[in-house]
Structure formats: structure tokens, C-alpha cells
């Protein structure tokens, strides 16, 4: 199997096991070096608004935290428990109705016990995000 396979397969069995997650049916859709993106395909129950038909920030902001967590994993080379300590995200627009929603994070500074994420959330072309994130995250596990 490859990195990219085993990767997958660790995220798709978190998603499993966080039934919040589950329901929103959040799911991998790429990695690398410090990075991770995940999928969010539309679906009615995300809906915040019937008439408008736009997703909830709420399951946007779980789709970066979730991704963001994940950005440090594949930073550490490892899956690690993280705390999430400080998430902001500023939403810019809604997201497409009927697009799936695309989050992408980087953890661009892993020190021993702290970890820095940035991202963006697009419903298709990152060069029009829905929204913007960066956090810090706690490393549980780290000595």
C-alpha cells in the first residue's frame, strides 16, 4: 500500500469512529509533507438556511479544525492526539450551493509540544475561498 493509501485509510477510520464527522460526511481527499485536505460533499442536513441553500458555517468551521488536526499528523509523520487551542476562521463568502466543500490545511511550524496550522476552505477553485483558518494545536502526546 502506499503512504498516500495508508494515509487515507487512517483518516477514513477516525472519520469512522467520530460519528459527528461521520454525519457530515467528511472524507479524505489528499495529503503530503505537512499537509492534508479533506472533502465535505454537499448534503441537505448541512443546509443552514432551506430557501438559500447554503451550507452552515458550523460544518465548516468541524471540516478545518478536522483538517487542520489532520495537517499536523502528516507534519509529525505520525497520528498524534492535538488539542485544538486557538482555531480563528473568517468567513469571506458562502459556499456554492450544491458544491462540495474542499478543506485544505498546512501545519507550517511543528515545535515539541505546539503545532501552527493555516488553510482555506473552497467549494472548487482556492483561489476563491469560502473561508480562511489558522490555529494552534497542542501536541497531547509529545515529550
Known amino acids: 500500500m502506499t ?5 487515507r485509510q487512517m483518516m477514513e477510520q477516525i472519520v469512522g469512529a467520530v460519528p459527528h464527522l461521520k454525519a457530515l460526511g467528511i472524507g479524505f481527499h489528499a ?3 505537512g499537509w492534508a485536505e479533506l472533502a465535505m460533499p454537499y448534503a441537505p442536513q448541512l443546509v ?4 438559500t441553500g447554503v451550507v452552515a458555517s458550523g460544518a465548516i468551521f468541524t471540516l478545518m479544525d478536522t483538517v487542520a488536526g489532520f495537517s499536523v499528523a502528516m507534519a509529525a509523520r505520525q497520528f498524534e492526539a492535538v ?3 486557538d482555531l480563528r476562521c473568517d468567513y469571506l463568502r458562502a459556499a456554492t450551493p450544491g458544491e462540495t466543500i474542499f478543506g485544505r490545511a498546512e501545519c507550517y511550524r511543528l515545535t515539541r509540544r505546539i503545532a501552527f496550522v493555516r488553510g482555506v476552505a ?11 483558518i489558522s490555529g ?5 502526546a509529545a515529550q
Not at 136 to 140: A, I, L, W
Open 122 to 132: 473552497h467549494d472548487g477553485d482556492p483561489d476563491n475561498p469560502v473561508a480562511h
Open 83 to 85: 488539542v485544538t487551542i
Open 136 to 140: 494552534t494545536f497542542m501536541r497531547v
Open 3 to 7: 503512504q498516500t493509501g495508508q494515509y
Open 48 to 51: 443552514a438556511y432551506a430557501d
Open 31 to 33: 495529503s503530503g509533507p
